[in-house]
Structures are given as C-alpha cells and as structure tokens.
C-alpha cells in the first residue's frame, strides 16, 4: 500500500486521507484537496494564452540554444508489437550518436521501450547516461487488475528501467472514482522503488480541460513525478492547451508544497518550431528551474529527426534531406 502515515506514525490506506486535513508524505506534511473541486478551467483565457506563446520571435542564437536543449528534452521511443531486439539496439545507437556530422549535438534524455526490451536497452546504453524508460500497467489501455499492473511495474524495474510510464484508468476516473485511481497511482509509485513515476492521463479521452485538471491533480498528489499528456495511441494526443493546463496544476501544487512534478507532453509533437512553442509556454508558465530534461521532456519519434535538419540548416545554410537520418 502507498506509504502514508498519520501523525502518530500509523500506516493508513491512502484514499481514506482523501478528505482529511492534512498528513505526513514522504517527511511533509501535505493537504490532500477535494477533488471534485479541482479548479474549473477558463478555456478562452487558455486559447488567448496560447495564441501569444506562439507568436513569440527567436533569434538565431536563441533558437540553436532551444533546438540543442529540445533534442536533450526527447524520450526517443519506440511502442509497437513489431519491436524487436535489433530496432531496439538501433534505436539505443541514434539516442547516443543523433548526427555524429554535426559538432555540438547531445544525446536524448532516455529511450522508451516495453519492458521485455528493457534489459536490451539498458545494455545498450551502458555509460552514456540516457536513461531507460519503460511503459507498464497494461499500457496503453490500463484496463487490467491492480495486480498485474503493479506486477507488470516491478518486472520493468527489476529489468533496470530508471523510469516507470503507467497509464491512469480512465474508464475509472470518468465514472467519477478518484479514490479508485489516486490509490492506484499511489500503489504503482510504491512498486517503483527508486524509479521516477510518469503519470500518462491519455487527455484525448478526458474529454474537457476540468477533467484534465482533475486527473492533473489526483496523479500528482498521488504521488506522480512526472505527469505526461499521452500514450501517442490515439488522436487526440499533446495539445498546448492540455499541456498548460497540466502545467498551471504544476505550477499550483509547487506553489502550495515547493514540491517540483516534472512535465511530459507526448504525440502529435513532430516539428521543431511547435517543440520551441512549447518551451516558450514551460518557461514563462513554470520558470527556468524547468528548462532541463530533469523537469521536462517530449515524448516522441520523429521530432528529433525535424530539429537536427533545423540545425543542420542554421550551421550549412541548407536542409539535409531526410534519408540522411534514421527513422528510429
């Protein structure tokens, strides 16, 4: 069970805190909110809001700095039923060495795999420093028993995943059982041990902004260390309306405990220029304690590829074409 204490030290379930004062998290004394009182959202100020981030200007330098720290932001993944051994060491290879032609390019943050290719990758990438995501709790559905998702979560970490990817029950979270989901979130960080916990809502079946501030809310005062937009299965993926939305939630829940919970738009995210879009909007949302791969990343497949031929044209004056790069 989530390790929560009341103020004498006695372990207690976790939702049965839900309406409670307060209670000690992990040395802290935190508010547990209602939420079915979670903020309402103001969708028109979130589109005017957007409509400015996105009309910002970047200059040169500027710009090479934003593409540099994007490709340091990516979880390079792969997620297909076709996955094999040799796509996932290819894979392991491009996060390390994305264009050996151009001086100055790092490495990704991490490589996303299904846990069965975890102990691939982990080899794979042994002393460069990317680390091993793995998705878990019957990704991307979630429609399994807590059992196997938490089963499901200790054999990716077992493998040596340094983050775990679950996904929230939504069917569960629609009919209103936020006890069901916030004590599911809390029950898998648990199995994480000192793995980081990415939170995905998969906002395109949410339905509205409250509900995404909703889910917002329950995954991080669960126990979320990232919360993430998408599992990149279905359409609609990553907005900049969903992602503000989720990172007003961050910016509140900082504000309140100093706590920082990390940011993970994912799909739909494929150019460079809507990636620098989206860190103009972390940054005058959030701040500069944000503008690392420790607080942010994109999930994604194809952005890396758009932001090194942008590179290569601000250092060569001309795009490469793109059978210069790998697709995975």
Not at 145 to 162: F, H, L, M, Q, S
Not at 212 to 220: E, L, P, Q, T
Request: contains cysteine.
């Amino acid at each position: 069970m989530p390790r929560f204490l009341n103020e004498s030290g006695d372990s207690i379930p976790a939702f049965s805190l839900y309406l409670s004062l307060n209670f000690i998290f992990m040395g802290s004394i935190i508010d547990i909110p209602d939420f079915r009182l979670s903020p309402v959202v103001d969708q028109v100020g979130i589109e005017e809001r957007i409509s400015r981030f996105t009309a910002r200007s970047i200059k040169k330098a500027s710009k090479v700095q934003a593409l540099k720290l994007t490709l340091t932001m990516i979880d390079l993944t792969t997620l297909e039923g076709k996955d094999t051994i040799g796509k996932v060491k290819q894979m392991c290879y491009k996060a390390a060495h994305l264009c050996d032609q151009l001086a100055g390019i790092p490495t990704v943050a991490a490589v996303c795999v299904y846990p069965t290719h975890v102990r691939t990758a982990k080899k794979s990438l042994e002393g460069t420093g990317i680390k091993v995501a793995s998705v878990a709790t019957a990704f991307p559905s979630g429609n399994s028993t807590r059992n196997i998702k938490i089963e499901d979560t200790k054999y990716a970490v077992a493998e040596g995943a340094d983050e775990v990817d679950m996904v929230i029950s939504r069917g569960e979270f629609l009919e209103g059982n936020y006890n069901f989901v916030f004590d599911e979130i809390a029950a898998i960080k648990e199995a994480c041990g000192k793995a980081r916990l990415k939170v995905i809502l998969e906002t395109g079946e949410l339905s509205t902004l409250d509900n995404v501030r909703r889910a917002s809310d329950i995954a991080i005062y669960a126990g979320a260390d990232f919360i993430k937009t998408s599992t990149g299965k279905i359409s609609p993926a990553a907005t900049m309306p969903v992602t503000l939305v989720m990172l007003q939630a961050i910016k509140d829940y900082y504000s309140k405990t100093g706590i920082m919970i990390g940011m993970k738009p994912a799909g739909g995210i494929s150019t460079a220029k809507l990636a620098i879009n989206y860190l103009v909007m972390l940054h005058e949302t959030l701040g500069q304690k944000w503008l690392s791969n420790e607080w942010f990343r994109f999930g994604a497949s194809s952005l890396a590829n758009d932001v090194l031929m942008q590179l290569g044209k601000e250092t060569h004056g001309v795009y490469q074409s793109k059978d210069y790069f790998s697709n995975d």
